[in-house]
C-alpha cells in the first residue's frame, strides 16, 4: 500500500457494526481511515463509537484524519475537481474529499458544463495550470473530451449514471469517454469518484517527489 | 412531398439498371432527381445511360438538376453543416449536397472538433448567424452539445460510424447527442447524412417563407 | 438564450428549497419561469412561497406567466403534439404545456394510434397544416413513421419509456424512430417531452418571423 | 410431419454434394422437397444432377413439385404477403415461394409501407379479406402493426435486417413488432421467411379443413 | 373487431375510476368486457360498482360474460395452455382467461418442463389433438421447442420474465424461442399471456368455422 | 499440468512457423501435442516438416500421439458428446478429438435435437450410461436441459455460433444453457468445443482413479 | 435424480404455505430436504410447522437433515469454496450448504482475491489438493482464473451480481469467467451458488466411488 | 500540446498520399513525426518519398525521430509494457513504440497471464519498480486487476479484441478492467495501445520533472 495513504474502507453493503470493528482495527495502525459510501444514518450509528471521525454530507464519506499525519504544507501545485453542475455533486465530492483525505491539494471548479462552454473559458487558466485533473459529467458525458483538449496533464474521466431514458445509467457517458477523440484521458468505473481521485492522487504524489527521489 | 423538392432515390442495394429505370421514369417529372449512397462504379455505369446527372465523389450522391429549377437568388440565411474533419466528410459531404439540392444556401465548416475546443470559436459569429445547423460527429460524439450551447437555432444531430472497440459502430456518439444537455438538438439515425439535411431543409424553407405565407 | 423564451429549471433531483431559491433569482429578470419534473407534493411547497406559480398535474410542470409577457395574439400556425392514448399523455402533456410556455400555439390530438389508424384520417387535415408536429409514442413507437409519411413539415418524434417486455423501457420506440423510412423526422430521448417541444417551439418561431427579419 | 408438406431441407452451410445426397434419399417418399437458403450457383449444380428442380432466383429457393401432389383446386382463401418494396423482397419472396410449396393460395402485396400510408388502402379490402397474413419489414418494422389494426385474422410478422446504424442487423424491426400496440400478431425471427410461411400455412390448413373433419 | 371477441381493456396504468367510466360505456355494446393486469385492490374498487364483474386472482383478470353470449357447446377442438408449473402459473391463467373469455375451449396443461421430459410424455395424445397450442416458459424458455417438435398445429410461444441472472428480464427465454430449430413456433411479448391467447383465438375460430363459410 | 494430458497449442492467429517451432520444442518432453483451431491449408505446411502428426478435418486439429503414452486398455466408463446434426459438427469434432486426446474414451451421438424428441430416446440408455456429457448445441440451445433433465452425472453445456437473426453469433444459446432449469449443468464460451472436452476430461480422470487413490 | 441426494425445493417467488406442504410431502419419501432462497421471515413461519428444519442465515437456506441419512465418515478429498470477502459471502454459503448438504467435506477460503494475490498464496496447498473447486466473485469476476492457473481439478465459476456502474448486474463477472484463458473452468448463472455446488458435488461423488463400482 | 512531444498522425483511413502531404508539412516543425495504424504496404508507399522514417512491423507505426530530439540519457525510471503473450503482441507493442516516442524509457513484459500466475512472481521486482504499468490484455482483461494488486503507482489497462464468443470484440476485457477491485487502474479504449502510453508517458514525465519544476 501507498505509504502515507489512509486505510479505506468500502461502506456500501456493510452494516453500522462491521463497519466500526473493521476500522478500531485499522486505526490501531496509525494511518488516516476513510469511509466511502456510507450513508447518513450509518455515519451516524458509527459516529457514536467514533466520536472522532467527521462526515461529509454530500460526498458520503466518513473520515478520521489522526492529527499526526498532517498534510504537508509545501505541497506543489493541486488536482482539478471538475463537473458541470449540482445534478454531479456527490460524485464530485467523493473525489474531492478522497483527494484531500489521500493528501493532495484540491481545486474544485463545479459549474464547467459542455453546454455553456462560456463559463469553463472563466476557469481556463487555473484548469490548464493543474497538475491532474478529474471530470467527473453525466448525461452524455463530453466534459472530458473538451478538457482533454486543452490541458497538456493526465485527464481521469469519471463517468456518473445521472440521466434518464437512453442514458441507460450511464452507459452512455462512459463510452464517450472511452471514445475521446483527445489525448491524454483515462476512465474508471461509472459513479466510482473514489476511483477517479485515487488515480489522481497517485499521479500527483509521482509529480511532488520528482523522479529522482524515488 | 414537399413543393420544388427533388425526387429522392436511395441508392444503396440497387443494381445500376434498376437506378436507370426508377430515375427515367421520374425525370418525366421535371423534378431534380437526387441517387444517394451509390458508388462511383454504380454511378458511371448510370451516367452512361443519363449522361445528364453529375456525381459527387465523396457524398456518394448522383444528382440531375433540371435547369428550370434554378435556386431562387434571393434566398436568406444558410445552413451549417459542421464535422471535425477528414473522418467524418463522406457523412457531413452527403448532408451538403442533399441540402444544396433542397434549394437551400449551406456553409461548410470541416474543422471544428471537441478535442480543439479553439479552432470553433475563430468561427463564432458565421454559426451562431445560421438558420440551422447539422452537426455531424464520429467516436464520442459531443461536437452536438457544444454547438447547441452556442447557438439559439435548431440543432440536427448526425451521429457517424467512424472510430473502433467501445464504439459500437457508432452507438456511442448517438447515445452521446440523445442525452445532450443542451436544449434544441434533435438525432437522426447514424451516418443518415441524408436525414440530417432533410430535416434542416424542411425548416430552412420554413424560415424562408414566414408562417404569413402559409 | 432565445429571446422571450422562459427561464427553465429541471426540477428532478432538487429539493423544494432548492427550487424557491432558483425560481426567486430568475423570477428578476422577467422572463416567465418553468420548472419541469416537479411532483405534486414538491410543487405545493413551492407554491406556499411563490402564490403566483401555477401547477399542470398531468404535466408535472410549474409554470409563471409574467403576465407583461402576454402571447402575441397575432400567431400563425400551431405545434400538433400527437399521442395515441392514455399512456403517453403524461409525456404528450409535457410537451404541449412546454411549448405554450414557449410561445407557441398547441394543437392537441391524442386518440391516434397506429394500431387504429382509421381515427388517424379523421383529423388529416390539421395534423398536415401544423406548422411542425411533436410525434409522441411508447410500445412499438411506429407513429412518428406514419405522420411523417402524410404531412410536409419537420416532425420531432418522442420516444416514451411506455411498455414491458422486449420495449426495454424505451429502447424499442427509439430504435423504431431512429430507423423510420420516413424523411422529415428527429429524434430526442426517451420520455423528454419537453425537449421534443424546444425543438417544436424553435422551429415555430423561425416560420413565425420568417427569414426576411433576421 | 404435417401431411401432404413437402420434405424441407435447409440449404445454408450444406454443400452442393450433401444436398443432392440429401434430396435423393427423400426423393423415394414421394413428397415434394423444397430447399431453402440456396444460392444460384449452388443451386445450378443440384440442378445438373436432380434435373426436375426448379429454382426461384429472388426467394433463392430449389423446389421440386412431384405432380402427383398437384395443389387441390378447391381451395378456399388466400394468404397476404405483404412488404414495402424491393429492399425486403428476398425475405418476402422466400415467404411466398414457401407458402405455395405448402400447398396455399398466396397474394402478394409488396408496395404498402407504413410511411406511405394511402397504397396501403388501396388494397384495403384485399387484405381484409386474407385468411392469414405474414407481414415482412426491415428498417423500422411498423407494418405489422397497421396491417394488424385493420384486419381480424392472425398476423405473422417478419422482421427483416434491411437497415443500417441504429438498426443493428434487424434487432429495431424485431422489437417493434414484439411490442406492437395491435392484437393478433405474432413474430418469427429475423429474416426468417420460411418460418413466417410455415405458421401461416398451418393456420390456413386449419382453415381449410374445419375443425368438424379434424 | 372481431365478431363476439369481448371489449379489451388494458387495466395497468389506469385508476379504478378511469376503468369504472371505461367499462360502463363498453357494457352498453352488449359484449363481454375483460380487464387485463388489474391488481386485486384496484379489482375490488371496480367490483363495488360493477358488481356483475369477477375477478380472477391468478390471472389477475376482471370479467363480465353478459349471459347473452353464451359459449356455443358445439365447439370442436380446443387449445393447450402449457408451461411448467408454479412459477408461470400467473402469464399461463391470463392467456387461459383469455383464451377462455374470447369463446374457446381450453386445456390446461401446467407441469410439463423440459428438465424433466418424461411427464410430457404423459400428456402426449391430447398435446398432440389441440387444434393450436399456446406455450408458456420463463427461465431457459426451451419447452415451445419440445412442444413444437411433436405437434403439427401451430404453436404461439409465450416467454415470462420469470428467472435471475443471465436471464435479464425474459430475454433469455424470449431469444430461445425466437431461434426455435422446431417449425410451426410464432412469438409474442414477454409476459403477454394476453397476446399469446388472442393468436391462439383467432386461429381457433378459424378452424371452427372452416374456410367454406368464410 | 495435469500429468500424462498432452501440450496444447492454440493455432488461431499462429502462422505455420510459429506453430512449427512451438512443436519443435514442446515434443520433446514426450508427451502428446494437440494443436487447436489450425486451417488444413496451415495444417499441411506444418505437416510437411512435422510428418508424424495427423490432422483432423471436421474438427480443425492436428495432433501427435506419441506411441509412448497409449491410451491404457482398462478405462472404464466413457465421455458423451451430444450434437442435433450437421451444423454443429465442427463444435463437436473439436470436442470428441480434444478429448480421445486427453485419454477418455467417447462417444458420439451427433443426431439428436430438441425438435425431434424421439431420436433422443432410442439413445437413452446409452446417454444415461455415461460419466460425463459434453452437449454441443446451437439455435436455441435448448438440448443441454434436456439432457440434463434425464442423466444424474455432470453435464457440460457447449453453446455454438450456429444461427442467424435474433440468435446473435451464439448469444442465444449461451444464454439459454446459463438459464436451464435443470441442475447439474456449467456451461463453457460459445464455439469452446475445447473447453467442453477439457472440463469432461478433468471429470472422467477423477472417476478413473477414485479418490481412494488420489 | 442422483440416489442419495436431498430434495431440493427453490424458495424464491413460493409462500411460506405452499413451501410447508411441499415439504410435507417430500419429508415422507426419507430423503434430506434443502430448501433454497428462503428469508429469514419465511423461514421462520415454516419452522413453526416443520421444526426439524435449520435456517442457514447468510445462506439463506431452510435444511432438514434426516439423521438416517449421516454423511459417511471416510469420505476422501473436499471441495473448496473460494471467495475474496464479505460482499460474496451470501453467494458463497449458499454453495457451501447446499454441497455439506449433498454429502461432500467443504472446505471454505473466503479471504482471496485477485487484488491482494499474497493472500491466496497463504492458502496455495489446501486450493490444489482439493477434489474440486467452486470459485465465487463479483465484481471483475478474475479470481477463477487465477486459481484455474494454479490446480489441475475441475474449477466452476460462479459470478456474482455484485459491484455497480459497468458491473451490469454480474454480466462483467458473467463475461470475464467464459472468456478465461485458463483450461477447466465452467460457469454458471450468476448468483447461482446452489448451482455451482451441485455441479461439484456431482464431480466429488464421482471422485469418491471411482469409476470402477460404477 | 506537450512540449517535446511528436506530431502525431492516425493513420487509418487515410491514403498514403493524404499522409505524405500531412507528414510533409509536420516535419518543418522540427518535431518527430509518429504515425499510428498504418499498414506496411501503406507506410512502403510513404517511405518511398519519405526515407528518413522507420518502420515498426508488430506496432504498425511509422516514426521520424529527429536527430536534434534525442532522448535525454538521464531518464530516472521506466513504463512497464505487460501482456500476456504472442495475442497482444500487436497492442503492447503499439503501446511501447509510441511511449518511446514520446521519451520515455520502457520495460516490455510480454509473458505474465493471469493463467500461470507463477511467471508474473518471476518479475515481481521490476514490475514494481516502475513509475507507471500499462497492462494489455484480451479475453477475460484480468491482468491489470493482478498487477494493480501488488504495485503502488498508476496502472493504465488497456482492453484487446482478442477472444472469440461472448469476447463480444473485447467488451469482456473492458468491462473487466472498469470493474477492477484493485484500486489505481484507469481504462483505454478497446485496442487502444497509443491511448495506454500517452496517459502513461504524461505521468512519466511529471515524474521526472518533479512538481517543483512546474
Ligand atoms: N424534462 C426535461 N428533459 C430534459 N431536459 C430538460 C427538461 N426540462 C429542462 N431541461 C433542461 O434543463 C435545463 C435546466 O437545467 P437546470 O439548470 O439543472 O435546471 C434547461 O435549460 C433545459 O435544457
Ligand atoms: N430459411 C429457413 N429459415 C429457418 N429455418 C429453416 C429454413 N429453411 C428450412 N428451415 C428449417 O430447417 C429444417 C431442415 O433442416 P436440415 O435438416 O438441417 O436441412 C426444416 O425442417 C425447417 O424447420
Ligand atoms: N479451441 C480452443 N478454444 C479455447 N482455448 C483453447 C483452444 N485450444 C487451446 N486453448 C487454450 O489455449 C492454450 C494454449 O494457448 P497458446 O499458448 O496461445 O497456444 C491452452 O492451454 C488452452 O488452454
Ligand atoms: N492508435 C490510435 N488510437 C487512437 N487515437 C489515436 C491513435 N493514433 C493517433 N491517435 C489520435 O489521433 C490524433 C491525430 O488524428 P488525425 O488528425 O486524424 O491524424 C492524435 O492526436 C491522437 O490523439
Ligand atoms: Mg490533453
Ligand atoms: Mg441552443
Ligand atoms: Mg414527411
Ligand atoms: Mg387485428
Ligand atoms: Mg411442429
Ligand atoms: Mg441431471
Ligand atoms: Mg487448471
Ligand atoms: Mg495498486
Not at 471538475?82 to 445534478?87: N, V
Amino acid at each position: 500500500k501507498r505509504q502515507g495513504f489512509p486505510e479505506i474502507v468500502f461502506g456500501e453493503g456493510k452494516s453500522a457494526e462491521q463497519i466500526i470493528s473493521i476500522i478500531k482495527a485499522l486505526r490501531g495502525k496509525g494511518n488516516n481511515v476513510l469511509v466511502t459510501r456510507i450513508s447518513k444514518d450509518k455515519a451516524n450509528l458509527v459516529q457514536r463509537v467514533c466520536a472522532e471521525f467527521m462526515y461529509y454530507d454530500i460526498a458520503e464519506i466518513l473520515l478520521w484524519k489522526n492529527e499526526e499525519n498532517a498534510k504537508p504544507d509545501n505541497l506543489k501545485g493541486y488536482i482539478n475537481i471538475l463537473c458541470a453542475g449540482t445534478s454531479d455533486l456527490k460524485v464530485a465530492e467523493e473525489a474531492a474529499i478522497t483527494a484531500e483525505a489521500l493528501g493532495c491539494n484540491v481545486n474544485r471548479i463545479y459549474d464547467v458544463g459542455v453546454a455553456g462552454i462560456h463559463r469553463l473559458f472563466d476557469h481556463y487558466e487555473e484548469i490548464q495550470q493543474a497538475t491532474v485533473s478529474v471530470v467527473v459529467a453525466g448525461m452524455e458525458g463530453a466534459l472530458p473530451s473538451v478538457i482533454g483538449g486543452i490541458v497538456s496533464h493526465p485527464v481521469i474521466a469519471v463517468p456518473t449514471s445521472i440521466g434518464y431514458g437512453a442514458n441507460f445509467h450511464g452507459l452512455s457517458a462512459l463510452l464517450t469517454m472511452l471514445n475521446s477523440c483527445a489525448s491524454g484521458i483515462s476512465v474508471v468505473n461509472i459513479d466510482n469518484g473514489f476511483g477517479g481521485a485515487y488515480n489522481a492522487a497517485l499521479i500527483y504524489q509521482l509529480a511532488q517527489k520528482g523522479a529522482e527521489k524515488e
